[in-house]
């Protein structure tokens, strides 16, 4: 679940500097990139998809949907997708492609749903984040076994299987940082509205063009060096703390 931003934070940044945003965006992503404490700005930025996500459940504030319904459906269409993935067929791997992004947006909306009803808590969060873990660590498989008979052969299997073992192991190390209170420990590298997971909805236009093999191989590529960048973040912060 991603930080809460306002509009109007925004809005008000925007005017004073245009460029702010961007600026303020990129320098969050090198400090956390080179394992500096990331340090809360005044000026909030809410990502693209964040603010899709606001406008998408604006409708269901004073309903019973809860947030956790929300979570459960973007789990569901993300193991529903992983599944088509995992067929081999061009036409289910299409569907898979839409259903992976109606579940991303999904796992924003019902952070976004808890903020505006005000049904925010540290069990629906763990349920979020966890929920979330299991749905990308089902398409990394998903989509390497899709491609098990194509050019990549046995090592599209092998960089899906690198890919989630790389995505817990980063999960694991970000959750023990922030039970330890590690300043930045759930940021993300961020710019422009746009952050690193934002990365994934390209799996749905590149299945669609049949361009799913380089984005198979950025998974066992960018997963494992994402893992040791936090990796190292980690024992920085265990090593300062001792």
Not at 8 to 26: H, K, M, N, Q
Not at 75 to 80: D, F, M, R
Not at 102 to 129: F, T, V
Request: with cysteine.
């Amino acid at each position: 679940m991603r930080p809460s931003w306002t509009d109007s934070a925004y809005i008000r940044a925007s005017r004073e500097e245009p460029s702010a945003p961007f600026l303020l965006a990129l320098r969050r992503s090198v400090r956390y990139m080179t394992g500096l404490p990331v340090v809360e700005e005044n000026v909030a930025i809410k990502p693209w998809d964040s603010r899709l996500a606001l406008w998408l459940v604006r409708p269901l504030r004073s309903t019973r949907v809860h947030p956790n319904h929300l979570t459960t459906v973007s789990l569901i269409a993300g193991l529903t997708a992983a599944a088509l993935y995992a067929t081999g067929d061009g036409r289910a791997a299409s569907w898979g492609g839409a259903l992976y992004v109606l579940s991303a947006i999904l796992d924003h909306a019902d952070g976004e749903l808890a903020r505006l009803a005000g049904k925010m808590s540290a069990s629906g969060g763990e349920y979020d984040r966890l929920c979330d873990l299991v749905a990308r660590v089902a398409l990394f498989m998903g989509v390497g076994l899709s491609l098990r008979y194509g050019p990549l052969g046995a090592w599209a299997v092998v960089c899906g299987i690198v890919g989630a073992t790389s995505l817990v192991v980063t999960f694991s190390l970000r959750s023990e940082m922030a039970r330890r209170d590690v300043p930045g420990s759930l940021d993300q590298p961020s710019a422009g509205g746009f952050d690193l997971n934002d990365a994934l909805y390209l799996v749905a236009p590149l299945t669609w063009l049949g361009w799913l093999a380089p984005f198979v191989v950025g998974v066992g590529l960018g997963t494992p060096i994402f893992c040791l960048v936090t990796a190292r973040k980690y024992q920085r912060a265990t090593t300062e703390r001792v």
